[in-house]
């Protein structure tokens, strides 16, 4: 497969996240790999739910390795993170349910081992902003990507491209949150799912034949009806094997933190550093 358009590349911004949990069980769940450009040159981080990487006994990464610049389709590399919880930087405000880790050092740690990762990074200069989102109108498409109830592609190591419809106006704050919400089925797994939107042709308010999408925030949570009938926003938790859900419905609302605030999570990581 050759990665020649857009989406293609999109396959590889995201990285699955095994875990093994404090009580024994397993999870998996989904990151995603941002470019940033700093001051002192290109920094790329690995972005995630903080709810995804707290309270884990040990978990890893899982990456496509790559040869030429080109995949090697199928050739994964797992790579474990020695005290997994306190490697990943939390976004500053404990509400926003964020966390970042290096990708210098991962990748590092890969070269040691003669192995060459493959990933393309999201840049973090285009994701949308509040001006931005005023451009959008109350129903667009969005593209998200992950890992629902751990389904993907094991032998070829693809994650799953799925499609739904904003389900509030990009330009408002959902509850007075930096929030929006989504129309898509949204499962365990597809925690830290990155959420695109395709962009209007400038002037025009047409798509244009390929569409060009920005990135617009991060899954956090499902919406689910409980057994008293009440609808409420729950963590999207990793994907475990054999969990259920008793008593409760999901309800098709996923909950998605805006991209600014994966901004404010990488300019904090700068100050803590005095960087």
Do not use: C
């Amino acid at each position: 497969m050759q990665i020649d358009s857009q989406i293609k590349r999109l396959l590889f911004n995201t990285v699955r996240v095994d875990t093994e949990l404090e009580d024994g069980s397993s999870g998996s769940g989904t990151a995603f790999i941002v470019d940033h450009m700093h001051r002192t040159g290109l920094r790329q981080f690995i972005v995630t739910n903080r709810h995804l990487v707290e309270n884990v006994r040990r978990g890893g990464l899982v990456f496509t390795q790559k040869r030429d610049d080109q995949p090697l389709i199928g050739r994964r590399f797992h790579l474990d993170i020695e005290d997994f919880s306190a490697a990943w930087f939390p976004h500053p405000d404990p509400a926003v349910d964020l966390a970042i880790v290096p990708l210098a050092p991962l990748d590092a740690a890969a070269h040691a081992q003669g192995v060459a990762l493959y990933y393309h990074g999201i840049d973090s200069r285009l994701t949308l902003s509040g001006s931005d989102m005023h451009q959008f109108d109350a129903l667009e498409e969005i593209l998200f990507i992950g890992y629902p109830s751990g389904i993907w592609d094991h032998v070829n190591l693809m994650p799953i491209l799925r499609r739904g419809t904003t389900a509030t106006p990009l330009a408002l704050n959902f509850e007075g949150r930096d929030e929006f919400l989504i129309d898509a089925a949204v499962f365990p797994g597809s925690s830290g799912s990155p959420v695109f939107v395709a962009e209007p042709e400038k002037g025009r308010g047409l798509r244009p034949t390929k569409p060009n999408y920005r990135f617009a925030g991060v899954i956090a949570a499902v919406f689910f009806r409980e057994e008293t009938n009440q609808i409420v926003p729950a963590p999207v938790p990793a994907a475990a094997t054999g969990a259920t859900f008793t008593g409760a419905e999901m309800v098709d609302l996923g909950l998605v933190i805006k991209a600014k605030a994966v901004l404010e999570i990488l300019d904090a990581y700068f100050v803590r550093r005095g960087d």
